[in-house]
């Protein structure tokens, strides 16, 4: 069996449900320490998190992943154990397969080549890893990130092995993501018989036509590399469950995922503006998620599109489409190039996620050639 699938079934087996690790750092870090990498565990509160290095110089690459894995949800659902890692038909099954296991198994295994073929090579080669990056991602890269920060450390390249591909492997590179913030609004109305209304202010009436608005305006036209700023409702609560009564309050959820065009700052003040404008009685309690980063064409996305080019023939596409990922803590705190590089998404947090055994023998591959790209002497 390939050493990358062999990893990645160990990996799997461990049932770590974030923010578990249940031994996955250990047994990766105890590898790169045999190659040569100086490792640091680094602990906040309950999460296990590692930083690992091999050289002094520049320029310093960086591999970031995750050993957290989300929940299986309805274990009786799942045609096979989600922990006992089968392979079946040429697919490695199990949760954590494709986020991120697989990856971070190509990982290891591309750098144990790497270091044995080019034992001198140039600048530095890292890793970070954590596992609560499914979770609240309090104590994990984000922490690490600002250790890093205090300790001077140096980060020029990240690539995170996130599930970026989309029809086959390498299609996608995800070269940023959007900024996403949260927020839920209270709005004031007053109680009363729905018989009378004339006694009562009904707050889903009086949100409709300021709703309306928020859902007409055009935030930002986006760029080059994002779309315009997206807002969207999640939930609406409101009533007394019952037919006779005008509920007093209402709450909203909603979020806005937005490009590099707008700010945190400047679509909380437009909110409120077109609140006010209504002559509403609200609070919004406010949660940032993450800043919008962005990783133009240069070094590390040549370097990344290259490497897919050699092992698979294709040209990969770049994007900033989906959900948040741990690069919104590497980019702007370690001010470095990042990219999320990894296999299909089809089936992440789903029942029965599972990996091309195929697709994780060429990632390591493409992983390999993207350190000759950057590091080779």
């Known amino acids: 069996m390939k050493s990358t699938i062999k990893l990645a079934q160990e990996l799997i ?42 050289g002094s110089g520049s320029p310093v690459f960086v591999f970031a992943g995750h050993t957290d894995v989300v929940p299986v949800g309805e274990e009786n659902a799942w045609q096979l154990d989600p922990f006992s ?3 079946k038909d040429g697919m490695l099954h199990g949760r954590g397969a494709a986020d991120m296991k697989g990856s971070l198994a190509a ?3 591309a750098t144990e080549r790497f270091v044995a073929d080019f034992p001198n090579h140039s600048g530095s080669i890292g890793f970070l890893i954590t596992a609560d ?3 609240p991602a309090l104590d994990g890269t984000l922490k690490v990130c600002e250790y890093l920060q205090q300790k001077q450390q140096n980060v020029d390249y990240c690539l995170v092995g996130e599930p970026s591909s989309t029809r086959v492997l390498g299609d996608v590179i995800k070269n940023g993501r959007r900024g996403s913030l949260n927020g839920t609004l209270t709005l004031i109305g007053k109680q009363g018989h729905i018989a009378y209304p004339h006694l009562a202010s009904n707050p889903i009436h009086l949100l409709s036509p300021a709703l309306s608005d928020l859902l ?5 036209a986006g760029d080059e590399y994002f779309p315009q700023t997206n807002f969207q409702v999640s939930n609406i609560r409101c009533g007394a469950g019952v037919t006779n009564v005008i509920a007093g309050t209402l709450e909203m ?20 503006e077109i609140l006010d404008k209504h002559q509403l009685d609200y609070k919004i309690d406010w949660q940032h998620s993450g800043e919008p980063f962005l ?16 092992v698979k023939g294709i040209q990969a596409e770049l994007s900033t489409a989906g959900g948040t990922s741990d690069g919104r803590f590497i980019a702007p705190i370690l001010q470095a190039q990042v990219v999320e590089l990894g296999p299909l998404n089809a089936t992440i947090h789903q029942v029965d996620e599972c990996v091309s055994t195929q697709d994780l023998d060429d990632l390591t591959d493409i992983y390999y050639q993207i350190l000759q790209n950057i590091l080779k002497p």
């Open 295 to 310: 990783t133009p064409k240069g070094e590390l996305v040549e370097a990344c599109t290259a490497a897919i080019q050699s």
């Open 253 to 272: 959820v909603f979020n806005f995922r937005y490009s590099t065009q707008s700010t945190q700052k400047s679509l909380q003040e437009r909110v409120c």
């Open 13 to 54: 087996s461990k049932a770590s449900i974030t923010p578990q690790d249940k031994g996955c750092q250990r047994l990766i870090s105890e590898r790169l320490g045999e190659i040569g990498l100086c490792i640091t565990a680094l602990k906040f509160g309950e999460v296990d998190n590692f930083w690992a290095i091999r």
């Open 133 to 135: 990056e499914e979770g």
């Open 107 to 109: 990982m290891l295994v």
């Open 216 to 220: 007409a305006e055009v935030w930002d």
């Open 85 to 87: 890692a089968t392979i």
